[in-house]
């Protein structure tokens, strides 16, 4: 069992950053690709970011493309999300999740654990 707990979050404004961490119970985090999620109200969580277990590869939606950077650090077990530029369109719960098949992917059903989630909101 891995339990996952964001970080982070808070009230920015439209062109500032924030950054976002969730650190990992368990000793197995570094065998899992994380990934990063957000819900805003009334819409279904989305993609946000992911990572592989090794931090070779990384994969972005093309909303935050050039302006968030995903990372991790296993010896902390946490895993990172740097989000530049941001826009009031970026508002939204954001939840990090961990994958035991290391698929690297963007679809939220492929992840077997969640956090509780961290709010960003982003005034304009």
């Known amino acids: 069992q891995v339990q996952l707990v964001e970080s982070g979050g808070g009230l920015v404004q439209a062109g500032g950053s924030l950054r976002l961490s969730c650190t990992a119970s368990?000793?197995?985090?570094?065998?899992?690709?994380m990934g990063w999620f957000r819900q805003a109200p009334g819409k279904e969580r989305e993609f946000v970011a992911t990572?592989?277990?090794?931090?070779?590869?990384?994969d972005y939606a093309d909303s935050v493309k050039g302006r968030f950077t995903i990372s991790r650090h296993n010896a902390k077990n946490s895993v990172y999300l740097q989000m530049n530029s941001l826009k009031p369109e970026d508002t939204a719960v954001y939840y990090c999740?961990?994958?035991?098949?290391?698929?690297?992917?963007?679809?939220?059903?492929?992840?077997?654990?969640w956090g509780q989630g961290t709010q960003v909101t982003v005034s304009s």
């Open positions: 999740a961990a994958d035991r098949g290391n698929r690297d992917s963007s679809w939220p059903v492929e992840y077997n654990y």
């Open positions: 990572i592989t277990w090794n931090g070779d590869r990384t």
């Open positions: 368990g000793r197995t985090f570094s065998s899992y690709a």
